[in-house]
């Protein structure tokens, strides 16, 4: 069935340094791909997406992109912010009829000052 | 705008007592989820509403009913709580058309001790 991997974490980071955090993905189809962040005692709110192979997603100066060659959707993000410690979740989309959303395990990211 | 409200935040039970965690969104989403959160274990999926009239299981049904009381509102029930059920509960929905490919909106979630 479809699945979705991602770095283990938790990441921790200098404020101002660069962050990637790595997801791949297995589906029998063309999902469409989605970045999730979950900020400590909140839900998930959605961070980015794309819907096709080589789209980019970009939102709050973070970006991805939907590498059909390589299955991956890695997040990426040039100088991380305090404010961006939280968890990160990479999610696939089954279009199939079904509607339903597969997560990966998430990744924690915090940032010291 | 309150989007999706679950209710209660917090709830502590006792081994085989039962509850209902509710859910309702604002935003007339045909589509409605329930995910348990576990560290390490990422967000799996319960079951689901397609539309309004429908349930189905999801990847871990198993302890839990649901109800989908109507368009807006979507409870999950245990009805013999088992500390395996110790979790995060997150209740999310989105438009669930065919040719939608947008996003879930989550609730806040709702904390679940089981004694």
């Known amino acids: 069935g479809d699945s979705v991997t991602q770095m283990e974490g938790p990441v921790t980071l200098s404020e101002e340094a660069f962050l990637t955090i790595n997801c791949t993905y297995t589906?029998?189809?063309?999902?469409?791909l989605f970045w999730y962040v979950q900020y400590p005692g909140e839900g998930l709110q959605l961070l980015l997406k794309?819907?096709?192979?080589?789209d980019k997603g970009s939102n709050k100066g973070f970006e991805a992109t939907y590498r059909k060659e390589t299955t991956s959707f890695h997040l990426e993000k040039g100088s991380v912010q305090v404010s961006d410690s939280a968890v990160y979740f990479c999610?696939?989309?089954?279009?199939?009829?079904?509607?339903?959303?597969?997560f990966g395990t998430g990744t924690r990211l915090k940032v010291l000052a | 705008n309150a989007g999706v409200t679950q209710t209660p935040k917090f709830q502590v039970l006792k081994t085989g007592q039962s509850m209902t965690l509710q859910c309702a969104q604002d935003?007339?989403?045909?589509?409605m989820y329930w995910y348990r959160q576990d560290p390490g274990m990422g967000l799996r999926l319960i079951y689901y509403?397609?539309?309004?009239?429908?349930?189905d299981k999801g990847e871990v049904p198993n302890g839990y009913n649901v109800s989908r009381l109507n368009k807006r509102e979507f409870s999950l029930r245990l009805e013999s709580a088992a500390p395996s059920q110790t979790s995060v509960y997150f209740c999310?929905?989105?438009?669930?058309?065919?040719?939608?490919?947008?996003?879930?909106?989550f609730g806040e979630g709702s904390r679940l001790t089981v004694l």
């Open positions: 935003m007339n989403h045909n589509s």
């Open positions: 999310a929905s989105n438009m669930g058309h065919r040719s939608n490919t947008g996003e879930l909106f």
């Open positions: 999610a696939l989309s089954d279009l199939t009829g079904t509607y339903k959303y597969i």
């Open positions: 509403s397609a539309s309004e009239g429908t349930t």
């Open positions: 589906a029998t189809g063309y999902p469409s």
């Open positions: 794309a819907t096709k192979a080589d």
